[in-house]
């Protein structure tokens, strides 16, 4: 389905070995439901990778762009709990982008994610989002065993900004800056040719895309909504 609003936050990263277990119960029983409970939070989600270079993909959806700027929010990153502390403690290679919802099509959600990271130079920019918004993703959704196709696009500023629980980390983040989304069901091998055919280089090149791109398939594992 259509993310829930226009704001998101997206967030890749690995984890220590030794911290996987205090992972799993800080971020289900405290960190995602701490997070939904911030005004303008509206649903959050958790995947694992069946075939990615960092492990974990989490993404928050929001009311606008906005909330993941303001003061609430904030608060909550630069006072982080004593649980929270020990558990980010065990990220690595962390990759986290403050995003804007540019565009989202689709009638389902998908058990299965692809993420692509990429870039595109400031002055393709327009022409690029046009064509994604108005052409590809729509194509996207109409491909059988698609369930959702978005885009996304980072603002740098304030992905970029420090805050306590960064520091906690001890890792800077990466941005990325461009951010596709494709959602999907089915068996994970077809979806993984599917992801990699939809999103191959010559085609993002076509689009507008420079650089390396960084495509990651994931499967989800468990999805938290704001309190009514």
């Not at 919802?101 to 046009?130: E, I, K, M, N």
């Not at 960064?166 to 461009?178: C, D, E, K, L």
Request: proline share 5%; charged share 20%.
């Amino acid at each position: 389905m259509a993310l829930l609003g226009r704001g998101a936050l997206a967030i890749w990263h690995d984890i220590a070995p030794e911290g996987r277990e205090l992972f799993y119960a800080w971020h289900g029983q405290e960190h995602m439901p701490e997070r939904l409970g911030i005004p303008g939070f509206l649903r959050g989600r958790r995947y694992v990778g069946i075939d990615a270079s960092l492990e974990f993909f989490n993404l928050y959806e929001t009311v606008d762009l906005d909330v993941l700027q303001g003061a609430a929010y904030t608060d909550r990153v630069n006072n982080p709990t004593p649980w929270t502390r020990q558990a980010v403690a065990h990220f690595r290679s962390v990759a986290r982008s403050i995003c804007e919802v540019d565009a989202t099509f689709g009638h389902a959600q998908g058990g299965l994610l692809a993420t692509l990271r990429y870039d595109v130079p400031v002055r393709s920019a327009h022409d690029h989002r046009d064509r994604v918004e108005q052409d590809w993703l729509p194509a996207l959704v109409a491909q059988p065993g698609v369930a959702a196709a978005h885009l996304l696009v980072a603002d740098t500023s304030s992905s970029s900004a420090s805050n306590a629980e960064q520091r906690a980390r001890g890792v800077a983040n990466a941005v990325p800056r461009w951010i596709l989304l494709l959602e999907g069901w089915g068996d994970e091998a077809a979806f993984k040719t599917l992801a990699r055919t939809q999103f191959e280089p010559q085609k993002l090149r076509s689009f507008g895309a420079t650089g390396h791109a960084e495509l990651d398939c994931y499967r989800h594992q468990v999805t938290h909504t704001a309190p009514a």
